[in-house]
């Protein structure tokens, strides 16, 4: 099947409220075009590098995502035009994001990645360092940063009860938040969970927002 199909059939099994972020790290620019041409406008990318160069070369009506681990130092590449970061997972990322949005004058919405999985190797706050980081305040300083939700995801595993039990974990992190910190905050409202092998459990558990990348283009 083509991209055109993937995008087609994906867009029909999952609910319309759920948001499809395409998931295009490694594949050409040719590839986001044909994704582009059957109405999809969300991608994501986990490289700043490649980010930036694809974003220079692709229709700027593109909402770019970035979706991996963030280095400090490259922040300022992005800040420009990123209209999501999945990946905050620190005070010090947070106060270079504030620091860029604030030269570029804009406000950079970003989740906060939480660790779900059992595997060691996913970065992200425990779910307490995510609460504790909320209960500390200083992001209600950075107003070039805006807290728009939380990222996980799942162990890598056949385990369907495993994966199912770590969307819920961040399901409830998530409600707990939303009511401690962001109740009449309507900007506090995304969960993004669910990849190519997972994504109907996270929608099962929650998920507003799934990243699908091999399902839609293949592998990497
Ligand atoms: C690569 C990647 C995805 C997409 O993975 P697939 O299994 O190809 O759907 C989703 N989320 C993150 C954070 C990724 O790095």
């Not at 620091?99 to 307490?128: M, N, Y």
């Not at 009511?179 to 998920?207: K, N, R, T, W």
């Amino acid at each position: 099947m083509s991209v055109e199909a993937h995008i087609g059939s994906l867009r029909k099994s999952i609910p319309q409220e759920v948001k499809m972020v395409a998931v295009s790290k490694f594949h050409p620019a040719e590839m986001i075009r044909e994704a582009y041409a059957q109405g999809q406008r969300i991608f994501g990318e986990s490289r700043v590098q490649e980010l930036v160069s694809k974003q220079a070369e692709l229709p700027k009506d593109i909402e770019w995502h970035f979706i991996g681990g963030l280095q400090r130092n490259k922040v300022k590449q992005i800040a420009p035009f990123v209209s999501l970061i999945h990946s905050l997972d620190s005070e010090r990322l947070m106060l270079e994001i504030e620091k860029q949005g604030a030269a570029c004058e804009r406000v950079i919405p970003c989740l906060l990645q939480v660790h779900i999985a059992e595997e060691e190797t996913k970065s992200g706050f425990t779910p307490d360092e995510c609460r504790q980081f909320l209960k500390s305040s200083r992001w209600r300083e950075c107003t070039h940063v805006q807290l728009a939700g939380v990222m996980g995801m799942a162990t890598y595993t056949d385990d369907r009860e495993q994966v199912r039990k770590e969307f819920r974990l961040l399901k409830s992190l998530f409600d707990v938040c939303k009511e401690q910190f962001f109740l009449h905050d309507p900007s506090f409202c995304e969960i993004s969970m669910g990849m190519s092998g997972d994504y109907p459990i996270a929608i099962e558990e929650g998920s507003s927002m799934v990243r699908l990348g091999s399902l839609i283009f293949g592998e990497r």
